[in-house]
C-alpha cells in the first residue's frame, strides 16, 4: 500500500494544501528544515494547523511542544513518527531505507 516515499509525497501534498504554501509539493525535500533560517519558513500558526491535519489524515497525536518539535523538524521525521504511529502497518516498510 504505502512506501515510505509515498508516504512523504502524501505529507508533502498534505501540507502545501492544508498550510497554503506557495510552493508545489515536489519542491518540499525530504529533510529540508520545515522551521527557521534557511528551511521552508513555517511558524507556529503553521505548526499547529500541520499537528491538525495529522492528526486528521493519520490519527496521530502529537500531545506536547516539545513532541511537536521533535517530529515537526523534516518530512523525513514526520513521516517516520506516522510509520511508528501505525505500527508498521501493512505496506509502511519499518526500515527509513526503503526511499
Not at 19 to 25: E, V
Not at 46 to 72: E, F, N, S
Not at 82 to 89: E, I, Q, S, T
Amino acid at each position: 500500500m504505502n512506501t515510505t516515499t509515498t508516504l512523504k509525497s502524501e505529507i508533502k501534498r498534505l501540507m502545501v494544501e492544508n498550510l497554503m504554501l506557495q510552493t508545489t509539493a515536489d519542491q518540499i525535500g525530504d529533510d529540508q528544515a520545515l522551521f527557521g533560517p534557511g528551511g521552508l519558513g513555517l511558524d507556529s500558526v503553521d505548526a499547529l494547523q500541520l499537528v491538525v491535519a495529522l492528526d486528521k489524515q493519520y490519527q496521530l497525536k502529537i500531545p506536547d511542544p516539545g513532541t511537536a518539535r521533535r517530529i515537526l523538524q523534516t518530512v523525513t521525521t514526520i513521516a517516520e513518527a506516522v510509520r511508528d504511529h501505525l505500527g508498521g502497518a501493512p505496506g509502511i516498510p519499518a526500515s527509513p531505507s526503503d526511499g
